[in-house]
């Protein structure tokens, strides 16, 4: 009886060893060495599971699952010769911040699509969770999200605050996490990050008002989250910013505002309907002094009125984004592990593809070396840990 059992347990541990030789072959020829290391790691202080190779029939189009230790599922699709992780750790979030135009959704896009292909996106900028005014919003569009799942992106048409935030995130989180799938937090309001985050989240308190210290910022999470904070240098920046608006308005955001004056209305003197909802967002104030008075002014003004207007939705988007890297840097010195990534380069080199001097392939492989691969190695680096 003692040697059957003996016999068993080798039989067993044969299996699992075998499986382990045959997965680490694998990764040697398509992965990084980084996490061969951290895969033995956890496998030799985990001696008690086995991992498994399921697949439902030999075919080179099927996904191949590996069943590892710590519950991490590693997906190889043998098709493509890719390999993709996925969490079933619960309350693991990974969060894409920046300022406005720092290249978020992109990079979301990115890591969704061909690195971990079971993520889900949730909205995390104040305006556009509102229904409407999608361009000057500035809003991803349907073909830009690639098939990923957006959510809180253009569901709402009344106020929404950080509280109302927390709540209804908090539900889609976890039921995206149910799924076994990961949550992305993408966005640029850092109050409503805040809000969803903080462990000790108090509504009335704000926690960026510079006449607070930074001591009332929690540290306490209510996640376990990986940060990714997308940066580009202030200058460079700017001239992307004001570059962005001129290419709105061209794209329909002049159009856009148009319609929305007049099936909505001026605000007038009512400073409370000025100061909610999408009224609040950059292009509609400023474009509504224009709309008022253009159809009695003469050419000559009506240029000046427009170019104004432009100007000022230029220098209100500047101001926008360097009050959201503030906040950023609030939050880091508060002690949040926000792991910044330089984009800086890839914005150079994508607003001198206009002047013929860099192709666009050589922009999309300095996005790629700077702002993906980095961002793939956080999120990896995490969700094995």
Known sequence: MLIVHISYSISILTSAYLSLITLIIIFIFHNHHFLMRRLLKSFVSTTHHCLLLQHSSY??????????????????????GRTVVGPTNKNKIVVVMGA??????????DL??????????????????????????????????RGVVHHLL??????????????????????????NKLPLIVGGSNSFIYGLLSNRFEPVLDVFD??????????????????????VLTPVLNQYLYKRVDEMMKSGMYEELEEFFEENGFSGSNSASRHSGLR?????????????????????????????????????TRQLAEKQIWKIQRLREA?????????????????????GKIPATEVAAIWEKQVVQPSVKIVKSFLLD
């Not at 406005?100 to 896009?109: D, P, Q, V, Y």
């Not at 995130?169 to 799924?179: G, L, N």
């Not at 002690?335 to 984009?343: E, H, M, P, S």
Request: proline share 3%; with cysteine; hydrophobic share 30%.
């Open 154 to 179: 253009g569901e709402f048409s009344s106020e929404f605050s950080p509280s109302d935030y927390r709540s209804v995130a908090s539900d889609r989180i976890s039921d995206i996490i149910s799924r």
């Open 210 to 231: 510079k006449s607070n210290p930074v001591q009332c910022v929690s540290k306490e999470l209510r996640y376990n989250c990986c940060f990714i904070w997308v940066d």
């Open 335 to 355: 002690g949040w592990d926000l792991q910044r990534v330089d984009a800086t380069e890839a914005f150079t080199a994508a607003m001198m593809t206009e002047n």
């Open 59 to 80: 075919n080179h189009s099927k996904n191949v699952k590996f069943f590892l230790p710590n519950h991490l599922t590693w997906v190889r699709n043998m098709a493509t």
């Open 112 to 145: 969704a699509t061909r690195y971990f292909p079971n993520s889900e996106i949730i909205n995390s900028d104040k305006i556009q969770v509102s229904k409407g005014l999608d361009i000057t919003t500035n809003k991803i569009s349907m073909s830009e999200r």
């Open 280 to 316: 609040k967002a950059i292009g509609v104030p400023e474009m509504e002094r224009y709309f008022e008075k253009y159809k009695n002014c003469t050419v000559e003004e009506k240029c000046r009125l427009y170019e104004e207007a432009v100007r000022e939705i230029k220098e209100n």
């Open 100 to 109: 406005t135009g720092s290249g978020k959704s992109k990079l979301s896009i």
